[in-house]
């Protein structure tokens, strides 16, 4: 039975990657007077790391090996992280960035209908609460914590996506097995994380992984659709285009056994 929506934050819930963390990286970079700049082909490449202060070891490994090794580089690495949270934290506080397309309407039907939801998110905590508040809260809007059982985020674990343990950590405070939940992922180290630590996955790709070889789950869109414009994709190994609702995704994941399609063989149609 589907107690629990386990969401992931940046390309899931909203672009951030793009409209956010990209552009808050090369800021920080700018303000350190370093003479990095990461175009989106070069940032598409580092996603494969996720974690921002992982990424920049990685890149600074990988272009300058020798210093990268020197004394001092983690302390230089956390401040650099720490500016360009504060910028990214900005941006999505002057309201640059938006919920993707059937994210509010869902996170909606999901608390009407007695769903649980979590966040399992490598990015910094300061992130997820700014995005949330920024898009959500308001006046008027939804508390983020009316919303959410439970927010797992960035350090909150030692090994981040593609290991499970943010999952893990999740599901272990929502006091869950991961067969009722569903995770929903947009990227390739997401989906890993979230199969290795059992979850049911519907990936809802977005704009730096539309083209990206995943493996198979139980649902690949192109989003989770509005009236206006449906998701496209495939959904239970058939090619599917709709709005995805709450009834849907408990067919989805009600409908034994599900995990031989998140092993690559379809089911046959219901
Ligand atoms: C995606 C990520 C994040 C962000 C950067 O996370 O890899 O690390 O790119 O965030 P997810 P920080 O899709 O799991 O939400 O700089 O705060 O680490
Ligand atoms: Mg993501």
Not at 140 to 166: E, R, T, Y
Not at 217 to 236: H, K
């Amino acid at each position: 039975m589907l107690r629990a929506l386990l969401w992931d934050v940046d390309g899931t819930l909203a672009e951030t990657e793009e409209q956010g963390h990209r552009i808050a990286f090369n800021e920080a970079f700018a303000a350190a007077r370093l003479p990095w700049h990461w175009d989106p082909t070069v940032y598409r490449g580092l996603l494969a790391i996720t974690g921002g202060k992982e990424r920049l070891r990685a890149w600074w490994q990988q272009i300058d090996p020798a210093g990268a090794a020197a004394p001092g580089v983690t302390h230089r690495i956390a401040l650099l992280h720490a500016d360009k949270t504060r910028r990214y934290v900005a941006r999505v506080a002057a309201g640059r960035i938006g919920l993707r397309p059937g994210v509010q309407r869902l996170l909606l039907q999901a608390r009407a209908a007695g769903l649980r939801q979590a966040i399992a998110t490598t990015t910094t905590a300061d992130n997820v609460e700014a995005l949330l508040a920024a898009t959500l809260g308001g006046p008027d809007g939804l508390s983020p914590a009316g919303l959410f059982d439970c927010i797992g985020a960035g350090d909150v674990v030692a090994h981040k996506k593609p290991a499970p343990d943010v999952y893990q950590w999740v599901l272990q405070r929502l006091g869950l097995q991961a067969d009722e939940c569903l995770a929903i992922e947009d990227s390739a180290p997401g989906v890993a994380a979230a199969l290795a630590a059992g979850l049911p996955v519907l990936v809802t790709r977005s704009a730096y992984t539309a083209g990206d070889a995943l493996p198979p789950v139980l649902a690949d869109l192109d989003g989770l659709g509005e009236a206006s414009a449906p998701a496209r994709g495939c959904w239970a190994g058939q090619a599917w285009q709709g709005v995805v609702d709450i009834e849907q995704l408990r067919a989805l994941h009600a409908r034994p056994p599900w995990h031989p399609l998140q092993r690559g063989r379809a089911l046959p149609p219901a």
